[in-house]
């Protein structure tokens, strides 16, 4: 049966979606580039501005202090976007149908709710815990998370701040997490939390090896370490119908897509590589005794990287914000969340692997592999002089 | 159960053993067990199963009850297959009265135990699925369990604890057209199957979780009196329904599927299994069911003769066993429940020393213990 046989309702659903489709699509382009409009906005204000009486610290302290809100209001709606997102991706996945009636359509509203009952939950440190230690760790998760942001380009001139080194920069940033969880896990004072900090360590300095190897090759290629270099070294078509993005290129590019995915996957702890939080063995990990507005900073702070770890690939393999017709950060967005939804996929489909075999996982799989990578990479770069 | 200090040789630096309770309060045992784990980093060294959580005396209360009365209890040991409760209550007491129920009775009983086997086996397959981590297989049985749970409200009015098989027969006959609705329900679930194995059985990261984790050797499992699917794992064919037939099962044509080794998986494949066999045996069940009428004549107050019997049958969890004792009044004098799980349960102790923590709910998933039943 090639074309299915729809019921009224499912008609109607494909129809309010292309059309949902066809606005948001018409509004994209008429917006146009997001960095060219905010960059006219501000030479709009600024002449404004240096006529009134301020000091000029004062307003470039207001611009930075504007961009910040920028990130974190992009990140906090798109983490209550990817919450209910997953809720309602899961529940189809398991014959369900999710959330459906806060908000009306759909159980929209299913996350704000969430969001205000964490916020007026009573916040617990239990008495075992070291409270100074305990009350620190969620912030040193989540501050890490928003840093990253700041260096991805979110489309041609949408970047915060535009790094020479902005790779390097994410990786190193976003490992500095892993302290907040092994502090989460040893200062919670509960032996189940201290179990899943102990192999949230091992697990995060362990992927974090052949998650940075496999972008080896991009480097090979491209030079540079500015992403916004390597999302424009892959603009252009091969033979007019194959976009030029890194994971097109033949052999390598798969395989470093590949490991890069499957690390991002081990470094964002979501199964098949949640044995940090392992509910069935560890009750939850590191953020068992959190409740409250501390429980949600962990939240957050997941689902922040989630985004992190799709923008990157989208911007290391998938060719940033290019794309035909559409502005590219829409291009940007509907790759990364094209990448979000890999993750909630595999982590509705698969079990969970026990810690030793997911050690000699990376050790004696990926590692080899993206060595093995870097090598026929490094070969190509010398043979062809790219 | 005493910590140790591990001292590393040639240097100063020593480590602890850590003791860990799993349970009672712990989403993995399946209830209230409580596990005392000795580790040593994640492996553990000595593990010591606490069981009594749930402890309602039943064997006691059967002392102070009538026998159809005991029935009702009888639901409440293994609630996951309460049918076979019913059944090995019933069995045992018809032996003391020495009554013989028709044989459309014995087709409907088996029609209700072999439902309730595969509804029983769904629940272990999806809480499997979610000790291994993989959340997507429970609601996706527990779908097709609920389609099961249907079938037996329309039977007996009840979604848990049925009490419809009774002392000399069943509570009542079929309703209308509730042939049709079971047939339809077993073409719909036999595709189910492949689904399972597509999502779980042959997926690489389960069987690496389950492969080689918990082996029980046959000379062990003879040993500590392991029945059931677990026996079966290890590849010994014993099976009560093939070779002490009750109910008639000797009517109907149906495999006793084997594992190989004895470990996890085997344990799970058996119960895969079992749930196609159970399909066939109700498909053969209903294809021959006898007319007439399903119950014996069955005296008003039951006081069976002094005396003892001992019956016993394959339960979803192995054999489960009962002897009463009658010493002529209308209540028995003495009940005692052989239940598969708390002997099963036994074996824990020796297969987990020398794993890893994150095996423990492998294991003990495997080992399906219900704790109603381990506790009674």
């Not at chain 2, 994640?42 to 159809?68: C, F, M, S, W």
Request: hydrophobic share 50%; charged share 20%.
């Amino acid at each position: 049966m090639i074309f299915p046989v729809l019921t009224q309702s499912q008609k109607r659903s494909i129809g309010v979606l292309a059309l949902m489709g066809l606005i948001g699509g018409g509004t994209a382009m008429a917006i146009g580039e997001l960095g060219m409009r905010l960059t006219q906005i501000w030479e709009f204000l600024l002449p404004i501005l240096q006529k009134l009486p301020i000091p000029e610290m004062a307003s470039q302290i207001a611009g930075m202090v504007i961009e910040c809100s920028l990130l974190i209001g992009f990140i906090s709606v798109s983490v209550m976007f990817m919450v209910w997102w997953e809720r309602k991706v899961s529940a189809h996945m398991q014959s369900r149908l999710g959330p459906m009636t806060t908000g009306g359509w759909h159980g929209w509203a299913q996350t704000i709710a969430d969001g205000i009952k964490l916020i007026l939950k009573e916040d617990i440190i239990p008495e075992s815990a070291n409270s100074w230690v305990h009350r620190l760790a969620p912030v040193l998760v989540f501050v890490p998370a928003f840093i990253c942001y700041a260096v991805l380009p979110f489309g041609s001139n949408l970047i915060a701040v535009n790094l020479d080194i902005g790779v390097l920069f994410i990786f190193a940033i976003s490992g500095l997490s892993v302290l907040g969880i092994v502090m989460a896990g040893w200062g919670s004072g509960n032996k189940y939390s201290m179990l899943g900090g102990l192999r949230a360590a091992a697990q995060s300095v362990s992927y974090e090896i052949p998650r940075v190897l496999s972008i080896v090759p991009i480097l090979l290629f491209v030079g540079s370490l500015k992403l916004t270099d390597i999302a424009n070294y892959q603009s252009g078509m091969w033979f007019g119908f194959i976009p030029r993005w890194f994971i097109f290129y033949p052999v390598i590019g798969q395989i470093a897509f590949i490991i890069f995915l499957i690390s991002s996957v081990a470094e964002t702890n979501r199964t098949p590589f949640d044995i940090a939080e392992a509910e069935s063995e560890l009750v939850a990990g590191f953020h068992t005794e959190y409740s409250g507005m501390k429980f949600s900073l962990f939240f957050l702070a997941e689902y922040a990287y989630v985004f992190l770890s799709s923008g990157l690939t989208t911007a290391l393999f998938l060719g940033g914000g290019s794309g035909p017709l559409l502005p590219t950060w829409v291009w940007f967005l509907l790759k990364s969340f094209g990448i979000v939804f890999l993750f909630l996929w595999f982590r509705w489909t698969f079990p969970r692997m026990r810690v030793d075999r997911l050690m000699e996982f990376t050790w004696k799989f990926l590692m080899p592999w993206s060595f093995v990578n870097i090598l026929i990479a490094g070969a190509v770069v010398l043979a062809l002089g790219v | 159960m005493a910590t140790e200090l591990i001292r590393i040789p040639g240097s100063d630096f020593q480590t602890e053993e850590m003791i860990l309770n799993l349970g009672p309060q712990h989403p993995s045992t399946h209830g209230v067990l409580r596990v005392v784990l000795k580790i040593d980093g994640e492996v553990i060294t000595a593990a010591q199963p606490d069981v009594g959580y749930l402890h309602r005396g039943t064997e006691k209360l059967a002392e102070n009850r009538t026998y159809p009365q005991m029935l009702v209890i009888s639901d409440r040991w293994d609630y996951l297959s309460a049918m076979s409760n019913n059944l090995i209550w019933c069995l045992a007491v018809e032996k003391l009265l020495q009554i013989e129920v028709p044989l459309r009775g014995d087709y409907l009983r088996v029609i209700m135990v072999e439902l309730n086997r595969i509804a029983s086996h769904l629940v272990f397959f999806g809480t499997y699925g979610i000790d291994i981590g993989a959340y997507t297989p429970f609601l996706h049985a527990f779908r097709e369990r609920e389609k099961i749970l249907d079938l037996f409200e329309e039977v007996s009015g009840a979604r848990m604890t049925y009490n419809y098989i009774r002392i000399g027969g069943v509570m009542a006959d079929l309703p209308e057209d509730w042939i049709g609705k079971c047939r339809s329900f077993l073409e719909w679930i036999k595709p189910r199957f492949v689904e399972y194995d597509i999502l779980l059985t042959e997926n690489p990261i389960f069987k690496d979780r389950t492969q080689n984790i918990g082996i029980i050797s046959k000379e062990d499992a003879i040993s500590y009196a392991i029945t059931g699917p677990n026996l079966r794992g290890c590849g010994i064919s014993f099976d009560l329904r093939k070779d002490e037939p009750y109910c008639h099962y000797q009517d109907f044509k149906f495999d006793v599927p084997t594992g190989k080794q004895g470990d996890c998986w085997d344990r799970y494949w058996v119960r895969i299994q079992e749930m196609k066999e159970s399909v066939k045996i109700v498909e053969q069940a209903l294809d021959h069911l006898p007319t007439g009428v399903p119950n014996a004549k069955v005296p008003r107050i039951i006081r069976p003769p002094v005396g003892e019997s001992y019956a016993q049958l394959e339960a979803p969890r192995g054999v489960l066993g009962i002897y009463c004792l009658s010493a002529g009044e209308d209540k028995p004098y003495r009940v005692h429940v052989r239940a598969p799980s708390f002997i099963n349960l036994t074996i824990l102790q020796k297969i987990l020393v020398g794993m890893k923590l994150a095996d423990v709910v492998a294991i003990l998933g495997s080992i399906d213990i219900v704790l109603g039943e381990v506790d009674r």
